[in-house]
């Protein structure tokens, strides 16, 4: 999974990073506002942890500029203890929670994983499922029901980013984000290649119809196999 941390202090923010990085997340950084609306924009994050005071745009206004544009990304807010009203504004604006500075990052984790329960993205065990698909992110295993996928690197993470957006279509510059990275030298046919190699080894186990491509846009993972 990839979470998007946006913090001005820069010690603060390496350590965040850190933390989930230990929990096998893949992350980006921002310590400005600015920058950070800019990678939130590219909707490839599966979380994003969000300091609400910073240079530029503030982290309410962030909140507010996504949620217009129907980014449906998990938001924590990260505020001083008297920030009150910055709490309040940011959790109607459309955060799904906050913490107060200082905190433990034990904490941070524990909300994580609750907001992407709440969310759907991931079940009480922090598994991703879809039908018989089941991925153990911790473990960076895949399954069909009990069957090991046995993925390439590059097709586990097609599938998780897939899994974490069931149901909505994922364009190929997203995925090419997601997958391979903003400055990647990859040639974007690479996704239609390695998309290819993933039905491939579902239909082998009778889950390659959840897979559907989206003519001239992307991608999209259905709930049921069956729907057209």
């Given at each position: 999974m990839r979470v998007l941390v946006v913090e001005d202090d820069t010690s603060l923010l390496k350590v965040i990073r850190d933390v989930f990085e230990s929990e096998s997340f893949l992350t980006d950084g921002a310590a400005t506002g600015d920058e950070g609306y800019y990678l939130a924009q590219q909707a490839i994050h599966d979380l994003?942890?969000?300091?609400?005071?910073?240079?530029?745009?503030?982290?309410?206004?962030?909140?507010?500029?996504l949620r217009s544009q129907s980014m449906l990304a998990p938001i924590i807010l990260l505020t001083a203890k008297d920030a009150v009203e910055d709490r309040v504004a940011g959790l109607d604006a459309g955060a799904d929670d906050y913490l107060t500075k200082p905190f433990a990052v034990s904490e941070l984790l524990a909300r994580s994983r609750a907001v992407?329960?709440?969310?759907?993205?991931?079940?009480?065990?922090?598994?991703?499922?879809?039908?018989?698909?089941?991925?153990?992110?911790?473990?960076?295993?895949?399954?069909?029901?009990?069957?090991?996928?046995?993925l390439t690197a590059t097709e586990y993470q097609l599938l998780e980013f897939f899994l974490c957006n069931k149901d909505q279509i994922l364009t190929r510059e997203q995925i090419f984000d997601r997958v391979w990275g903003f400055d990647s030298v990859t040639a974007t046919s690479a996704i239609d290649v390695y998309v290819h190699h993933l039905r491939k080894k579902l239909a082998v186990h009778g889950a390659g119809a959840f897979l559907r491509t989206v003519r001239g846009v992307g991608y999209l993972l259905k709930g049921e196999p069956h729907v057209q």
């Open positions: 994003i942890i969000l300091d609400i005071m910073l240079p530029g745009m503030g982290g309410v206004e962030i909140v507010t500029l992407l329960r709440r969310r759907g993205t991931i079940g009480q065990g922090g598994e991703l499922t879809c039908g018989p698909i089941r991925l153990v992110p911790a473990a960076r295993d895949a399954f069909n029901g009990e069957t090991p996928l046995n």
